[in-house]
């Protein structure tokens, strides 16, 4: 099974609001990294948070990492339109044995 | 800068035929993988290669091949495509500690 499940599915939300998304994983890790996809893209790199950091900030972006629970939330403030995308939590195995595995993805709407 | 080039973009095969996705980065990345994107399923790891020479299996390495002869290519070569193939297959590559992939624009897949 995979390693990253994420909540919610999908979340539709209006322009200016903030949008939360959480990923649940099973076993230890490196680090954990939120990509973004635009519909029939590749995935583009968002942020990286390492296993003994607690949150990051990156612009609009905040990450957080509980390791005792296993999860992580991306906050996206004052969303914009074109934030819409899909959103997808991997998690690097600690050992280092080279998988780098996904989520299921959150689809995020932002209507104007 | 090319990044990672992924061909061919579009694909139909017939049931027991045989193809191959080519893969190639101009980065100098030690670290390539393939993956599958199925509806609701997220990002499945195929294959992954930590370097020239060294493959290894992911989540769902059934019916396909993978070899990496050059730091540059990694090729996915599918044996006997079966309709449960049909996908969209990414490549990405990343330095050797997987901070941060970098993708492909996708091949799209069909076995009919």
């Known amino acids: 099974s995979q390693q990253g499940e994420e909540d919610p599915q999908a979340l539709s939300i209006q322009e200016g609001e903030n949008a939360t998304m959480n990923c649940s994983y099973k076993?230890?890790?490196?680090?954990l990294q939120w990509y973004r996809q635009n519909s029939g893209r590749g995935l583009v790199h968002l942020i990286l948070?390492?296993?003994?950091?607690r949150e990051k900030h990156s612009g609009r972006l905040r990450v957080t990492l509980d390791t005792s629970k296993k999860s992580s939330s991306l906050l996206i403030t004052a969303s914009r339109a074109a934030d819409t995308a899909s959103y997808f939590c991997?998690?690097?195995?600690?050992?280092?044995?080279?998988?780098?595995?996904f989520g299921q993805g959150t689809t995020l709407q932002v209507k104007p | 800068n090319a990044g990672v080039t992924q061909t061919p973009k579009f694909q139909v095969l017939k049931t027991g035929q045989s193809m191959t996705l080519q893969c190639a980065q101009d980065?100098?990345?030690?670290?390539m993988s393939w993956y599958r994107q199925d509806p609701g399923m997220g990002l499945r790891l195929i294959h992954y290669?930590?370097?020239?020479?060294?493959?290894d299996q992911g989540e769902v390495p059934n019916g396909y091949n993978v070899s990496r002869s050059t730091t540059e290519d990694f090729p996915l070569r599918l044996l006997s495509a079966a309709p449960s193939q049909t996908s969209v297959y990414f490549c990405?590559?990343?330095?050797?500690?997987?901070?941060?992939?970098?993708f492909g624009s996708g091949t799209q897949l069909s076995v009919l």
């Open positions: 948070i390492r296993s003994n950091e």
């Open positions: 290669s930590v370097g020239a020479g060294i493959t």
């Open positions: 990405a590559s990343s330095s050797r500690d997987r901070v941060k992939l970098f």
């Open positions: 991997a998690t690097a195995f600690s050992g280092n044995t080279g998988k780098l595995i």
């Open positions: 980065m100098n990345h030690e670290y």
């Open positions: 076993t230890s890790i490196n680090n």
